[in-house]
């Protein structure tokens, strides 16, 4: 999951109090807990290709992607559940232990298939730790200082998007691609004992055992999971691939439904278009990110830390860009943000594909990316605002949940689809050409759709800011 730097104000004066000595311990295991979460997805799309190399799974290379992006809207709904009825401490302990064993299998992972399984669990283990460690700020920490914890999560992201594809490339060129998965195990079971203190005095608290579990959202959620993980496995199935394929999405697209407000998918005015629209944005965004390591090592002969330092541009340039945004504040309208954003990754996406046709120099791949990064750090942190902004208490936590669903579907869809393009064109075209094109038009339909974000007193708000 993404955490925006710019949603997160820094801490006023009155609430210094995460480091102090009752929060210290659970504040530095929660923010390492969330550095190492970032750390692994970063490094792996920087060490994929290699992996896939060795381990010969290019036809898998996607699904590495996609497959934990899918679970982990699993392990969101389950674990939001859990916690409302037993508290965060039992679905904290369960996703950290399965993260672990995720990282485990894919370290020891003897072929691409094993390794692919192992990124699954992963997957469900990291959904579900985002959310347990939500609930725990909310059980810990008094209101008063959970800006200043939240501004610690947010640095947590930052960093491992500076230092993780670099490390990445440099580990598995001194030692090996494994060390990537296996390094991170002692770090996290170190992290993890540093919040065990705090977690006890939660054990009391043991959430309200009349909420009943949403075995219905959780069975969508696995619906979803499963259509989207069908999609990649059965789109080359001779004869029958294309119409399974097309089965599929539509199958996961009606799965995805009651996981989102209603009138999502149909782009509704408002709050559901502000959905759809972050859905989309972060569906073309990892839909080519994914590819660019790719590429380089492929076409340009980029060793892996060369070609994770092009993701450190983006990455360098969302941080940048997300600062800027929430130091403007009110000043800039969040409709128009979200417009001008989500219009920046089109271009940088569209740019990606131009590089790829025309074979353009390595550094104008880089400077696509920037600009792609920099819509992303523009419109992800407004499209959170206008969410809250069009929520209401009672519907908070569906509405922020949505947002996630969001981000993990709209990629883990558009991984999917993009490696039954990319093995169905290596035969017939340059597959990269073919991919980038498909995540350009998802960006131009987020594009298209943006107009639709506000409601009339937005609209008529967002017009005055712009004049």
């Not at 799309?45 to 898998?60: C, F, H, I, K």
């Not at 200043?148 to 640095?155: D, K, L, P, Q, S």
């Not at 920099?374 to 949505?402: D, H, I, K």
């Amino acid at each position: 999951m993404t955490i925006d730097t710019g949603e997160v104000r820094t801490a006023t004066a009155s609430a210094p109090g995460i480091m102090s000595g009752t929060y210290l311990w659970i504040t530095i295991g929660a923010c390492a807990l969330v550095f190492l979460g970032a750390f692994e997805s970063l490094a792996v799309t920087t060490v994929m290709p290699v992996v896939s190399a060795d381990l010969d799974g290019e036809r898998l290379y996607a699904l590495a992607f996609a497959g934990p992006l899918a679970t982990g809207v699993i392990g969101m709904v389950a674990a939001g559940n859990w916690a409302d009825r037993r508290g965060p401490v039992e679905p904290l302990y369960a996703a950290v232990a399965v993260f672990v064993a995720g990282l485990l299998v894919a370290g020891l992972a003897p072929s691409m298939e094993v390794l692919v399984a192992g990124r699954f669990a992963q997957g469900l283990g990291s959904g579900a730790l985002t959310v347990s460690l939500y609930v725990v700020v909310a059980r810990v920490y008094p209101r008063d200082l959970h800006p200043a914890i939240f501004a610690g999560f947010a640095a947590a992201w930052v960093v491992p998007s500076l230092i993780g594809p670099t490390v990445a490339g440099m580990v598995t060129e001194l030692w090996s691609w494994h060390w990537v998965f296996l390094g991170v195990v002692a770090l996290v079971l170190v992290a993890l004992l540093m919040v065990v203190p705090a977690l006890r005095n939660l054990v009391r608290d043991g959430g309200d055992r009349s909420v009943p579990w949403s075995l219905g959202l959780l069975g969508w959620s696995v619906l979803s999971a499963v259509a989207v993980l069908a999609l990649d496995l059965l789109g080359d199935v001779p004869g029958a691939g294309p119409v399974l394929a097309v089965a599929a999405v539509i199958v996961a697209l009606i799965a995805v439904r009651p996981l989102l407000p209603k009138g999502s998918l149909a782009a509704r005015r408002g709050l559901p278009s502000v959905i759809l629209v972050r859905g989309l944005a972060a569906a073309a965004f990892f839909g080519t990110q994914v590819y660019i390591p790719y590429l380089l090592t492929d076409r340009y002969a980029f060793t892996p830390t060369l070609a994770g330092l092009s993701l450190t541009g983006g990455a360098l340039a969302w941080s940048a860009a997300a600062t800027v945004q929430g130091r403007m504040g009110t000043r800039l309208s969040s409709v128009v943000a979200v417009r001008i954003g989500t219009g920046l990754v089109g271009a940088g996406v569209l740019l990606a594909l131009v590089c790829a046709m025309l074979h353009l120099h390595a550094l104008a791949i880089v400077a696509a990316w920037i600009v792609a990064g920099t819509g992303m750090g523009l419109m992800s942190p407004r499209t959170s605002a206008l969410t809250l902004e069009m929520s209401t208490p009672e519907n908070q936590g569906f509405n922020s949940s949505a947002m996630t669903v969001a981000d993990s579907f709209g990629s883990a869809l558009s991984l999917a689809v993009t490696g039954v393009l990319f093995a169905a064109a290596a035969a017939l075209a340059d597959p990269f050409v073919v991919v980038f094109a498909f995540a350009g038009a998802v960006a131009i339909a987020a594009v298209a759709l943006s107009p639709r974000l506000a409601t009339r007193a937005l609209a008529t708000r967002a017009h005055a800011t712009e004049e």
